[in-house]
Nanobody, 124 residues
Framework: QLKLAEAGGDIVQPGGSLKLSCVAAEYTLAGRTVAWFRQAPGKEREGIAC????????NYASFAKGRFTISRRGDQTAVHLQMNDLSPDDTAVYYCAAGEWDGDGLGSRGYDYWGQGTQVTVSS
């Protein structure tokens, strides 16, 4: 059973940056597509970005393009989400998920393993 854990959530001012990490306990993320999702209070979970098992193919939600960057470590131990120019609209619980790429990779289908989430709060 692949267990994922997110880290890096924090309180940050508007315009600030955060880097989230997704790591797998006991196993690596090799061979799996990894994606980041978020869920704000009262809203549905939405896909942010995904990266294929090779790290060579990525996809981003429109709101993430130009501000967020997904990457994976060469040793396959972690996948990161670098977030820049954050706004209060980015406040949410951020989750990582691992599985197989399905469709555009930003939907929940295809992801069998999920972390518990990390809180990101953007506030002045």
């Amino acid at each position: 059973q692949l267990k994922l854990a997110e880290a890096g959530g924090d309180i940050v001012q508007p315009g600030g940056s955060l880097k989230l990490s997704c790591v797998a306990a006991e196993y690596t993320l090799a061979g799996r597509t990894v994606a980041w999702f978020r869920q704000a209070p009262g809203k549905e979970r939405e896909g942010i970005a995904c990266i294929d098992q090779s790290g060579g193919i990525t996809n981003y939600a429109s709101f993430a393009k130009g501000r967020f960057t997904i990457s994976r470590r060469g040793d396959q131990t972690a996948v990161h989400l670098q977030m820049n120019d954050l706004s209060p609209d980015d406040t949410a619980v951020y989750y990582c998920a691992a599985g197989e790429w399905d469709g555009d990779g930003l939907g929940s289908r295809g992801y069998d393993y999920w972390g518990q989430g990390t809180q990101v709060t953007v506030s002045s």
